[in-house]
């Protein structure tokens, strides 16, 4: 089935360097796209959104750009911080009802 | 305002029984999402509810069935567990009943099955 997946499992950045972790998808009828953080034991947390009318958009320290044409999703985090570390998923909508399809994850270690 | 709570947040059962979870989402929205997220791995969809009727379903057997309240809360009941039913389960409460709006995760419960 199609499915959203992340291309490495674990990044490991210097604090204060920028972030970026890449997403692909592959439901061409998927419309909106969400960025969450997870640290672990807890629930995943929102972090940006974006819409398939859309190819960038800006958060505080954070920025999703989307490219339609090769179905690719990034998240890049501005002056990484020891807070920052945890697991980043991408999620598509698959543009109905059925719930959100999560790719497997990404670990982002913030080395001191 | 409060986020999404949960309920309880460990529960461990044995095989063969049965377990409900409870929900109860953010003060104004009124559709509420379940997923399984089985250690190391995505949370994968389950259910929706949205004005108390089930607006979609995951590939999940038919031992899983949930319910919407009239204040929107929800539960997630699971019977005759198996020890793979061992999972986190989250809740995710919307505005609205398509998933084209912001989804908010509650810290799920954590169930064990042995």
């Known amino acids: 089935g199609e499915s959203v997946g992340l291309h490495l499992p674990t990044l490991s950045v210097q604090e204060g360097d920028n972030s970026i972790i890449n997403c692909a998808y592959s439901n061409s009828a998927s419309d909106y796209f969400i960025w969450y953080k997870q640290e672990s034991g807890k629930g995943p947390q929102f972090i940006i959104d974006?819409?398939?009318?859309?190819d960038k958009r800006q958060g505080q320290r954070v920025t999703v750009l989307l490219n339609k044409t090769v179905k690719h999703l990034s998240l890049q985090i501005a002056a990484t911080q020891p807070g920052d570390s945890a697991v980043y998923f991408c999620?598509?909508?698959?543009?109905?009802?059925?719930?959100?399809?999560f790719g497997k994850g990404t670990h982002l270690i913030i080395q001191p | 305002d409060a986020g999404v709570t949960q309920s309880p947040t460990h529960l461990i059962k044995t095989r063969g029984q049965h377990v409900t979870l409870r929900c109860s989402p953010i003060?104004?929205?009124?559709?509420v999402s379940w997923y399984q997220q089985v250690l190391g791995q995505g949370p994968q969809f389950i259910f929706q509810?949205?004005?108390?009727?089930?607006?979609g379903r995951g590939n999940f057997p038919d031992r899983f069935s949930a319910r919407q309240f009239p204040n929107y809360s929800s539960e997630l009941n699971v019977n005759a567990l198996l020890l793979g039913d061992s999972a986190l389960y989250l809740c995710a409460s919307s505005l609205a009943g398509d998933t084209s709006y912001e989804q908010y995760f509650g810290p799920g419960t954590r169930l064990t099955v042995t």
């Open positions: 974006i819409r398939s009318n859309m």
């Open positions: 003060s104004g929205h009124k559709s």
């Open positions: 509810y949205y004005e108390k009727e089930e607006r």
């Open positions: 999620a598509e909508n698959g543009g109905g009802a059925d719930g959100l399809t």
